[in-house]
């Protein structure tokens, strides 16, 4: 088992605020999708032009978050937010691609879960984390 470190130094740390306000920023951008999309199926079609616009900021805050929780498993800090952050830009990209399909037997419930599972994410990363004395 690898040992664990309660304090860690102040690049590390730092690097788990971008970690923090980036998880955030992805998990605002992912709440106002189903806003817009409900605005446009409610008959305001200017809300797709928004939805779309939308798509691409989750997308490249997903992009690079992933980066971000990279650098921060290389600053001996939690790996568990890199994984999810793939898992996360896997789903996002899937949801683009049915998006611009119309595929929304498959759009709608994806797009709930995505919703749920950043704003699970944003939460546990906000919690203490667990710092590595080894890589
Ligand atoms: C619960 C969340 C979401 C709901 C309810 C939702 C709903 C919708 C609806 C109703 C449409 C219009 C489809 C059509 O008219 O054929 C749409 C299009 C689209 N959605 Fe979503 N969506 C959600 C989340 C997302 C997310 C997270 C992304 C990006 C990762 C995304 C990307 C797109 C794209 C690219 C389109 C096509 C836009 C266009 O045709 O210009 N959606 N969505």
Redesign the pocket.
Known sequence: MSETLTSPSRTAHGTLVVNRVLVSAHAVA?IG??VF??G??GGDYDM??L??W??DA??YLAYAQILAALVLWLVRGPRWLFWISLLLALG??G??L???K?A?DL??PL??A??TATVLTTVAVWRPQTWRADR
Request: a neutral charge; charged letters at 5%.
């Open positions: 992912i999708q189903p999309a409900g446009y199926l797709l032009w939805h779309r939308g798509a989750v997308s996002e990209t949801q683009y049915a998006g611009m119309g929304l759009h709608v797009g709930v995505l919703v």
